[in-house]
């Protein structure tokens, strides 16, 4: 009979195939290597990896690989009580007239894991129904988002290309954009100002990241980390993507640690962040020094992920708030675990969640 079991080594080829044909990924003659080092990074040996919360597959009766659901362990701190939750990527499903069973009971299976708390937060609208109809909540804050453009004219043109419709409006006003921006930078909307208090500013380690936490750690609910988790994390999110690069950066004010923040400039010349931290009130600062440095980078806009502790920062610097991106999806059987993300009191980012355990 059809059953779910815990992912071994021996299932990644099926496994990759799988996810070939979903996702429609390049079928180069390296793949097969590629998937191999992926799913053998991220899912059987992080340094998080317990075997009680394994990655998932649900095999057919003649042994075919019809569903995938990545797991991987995060400690985390409820107002310094210590934690257990599983981050859930690469839920795959094959298009057959199953799918939704496959999926309804892979998805159950991880529900019904040991951990304390369950977390999704890339997922579509219909891993939402799937999550919401076993018992889940989707995390309304963690599912906004804001964007700052920094060269307006670039933005609209970028955004005007992705619709059909007004993509021979956007071939047409392409020209004069970099004019339009010219002109855009010298008003409060356009290009964002330097900072420059003396403090200056260095590449992000895990080593900085987990000295400063104590001072930069927001939320009564936070991940804790350790550091060969941190440098693991970063060490994927830089070879995350072919295209693009990764900006991680700590910013000082005068002699500490302000803050950092994290971001891939993407092929489209929009920084994703993944991560900002600060001191308390030193977030704008952190911001600041975020904008101008995405500004010489040659980004068009900033984008990331809502807390809600910092929507004044945020919109006192012209960024606007929008429900555009994948949902974050949360579970656990304490009520309390929840309730955070349902306040904005949740320290949960991006670099926290799937986005780094991407292929």
């Not at 071994?8 to 099926?14: E, G, Q």
């Not at 609208?125 to 018992?135: A, F, K, M, Q, V």
């Amino acid at each position: 009979m059809s059953a779910i079991r815990p992912f071994t080594a021996s299932d990644i080829p099926s496994t990759a195939a799988l996810h070939r044909d979903v996702f429609k990924t390049s079928a180069q003659g390296t793949a097969a290597d590629a998937y191999h080092a992926y799913f053998t990074r991220v899912f059987l040996e992080s340094p998080s990896a317990d075997p009680a919360l394994p990655s998932l597959v649900y095999e057919e009766e003649d042994g075919s690989i019809a569903g995938f659901l990545g797991v991987v362990p995060r400690r985390m701190t409820m107002n310094g009580r210590p934690i257990v939750a599983a981050v859930s990527s690469q839920f795959i499903v094959a298009p057959t007239t199953r799918a939704g069973l496959v999926a309804l009971r892979l998805a159950s299976a991880f529900f019904n894991g040991p951990q304390d708390l369950s977390i999704s937060d890339e997922a579509n609208d219909t891993s939402r129904r799937i999550w919401e109809g076993l018992g889940g909540t989707t995390a309304l804050w963690h599912s906004l988002y804001w964007t700052r453009a920094l060269r307006p004219a670039r933005f609209a043109v970028s955004m005007f290309q992705q619709r059909s419709g007004l993509a021979r409006l956007a071939r047409a006003a392409a020209p004069f954009a970099p004019l339009a921006d010219a002109i855009a930078a010298r008003t409060p909307y356009g290009a964002p100002a330097a900072t420059d208090d003396g403090g200056g500013s260095e590449t992000l380690t895990g080593g900085t990241m987990l000295a400063s936490l104590p001072r930069c750690a927001r939320g009564g609910l936070r991940v804790d980390y350790d550091e060969r988790t941190l440098a693991w994390l970063l060490a994927l999110a830089r070879q995350r993507k072919r295209t693009g690069a990764l900006r991680a950066t700590v910013v000082r004010h005068r002699d500490r640690v302000a803050g950092w923040y994290l971001y891939h400039l993407e092929a489209d010349r929009t920084a994703t962040v993944l991560q900002i931290a600060a001191e308390p009130g030193r977030t704008g600062h952190v911001l600041d020094h975020l904008f101008s440095q995405a500004f010489t980078d040659g980004a068009i806009a900033v984008s990331g992920r809502v807390d809600a502790r910092d929507v004044q920062a945020l919109t006192d610097r012209y960024c606007v708030l929008h429900r555009r991106g994948p949902w974050v999806l949360v579970n656990a059987r304490q009520p309390e675990l929840l309730r955070p993300f349902e306040t904005g009191d949740a320290s949960f980012t991006p670099f926290d969640g799937e986005w780094c355990l991407g292929f």
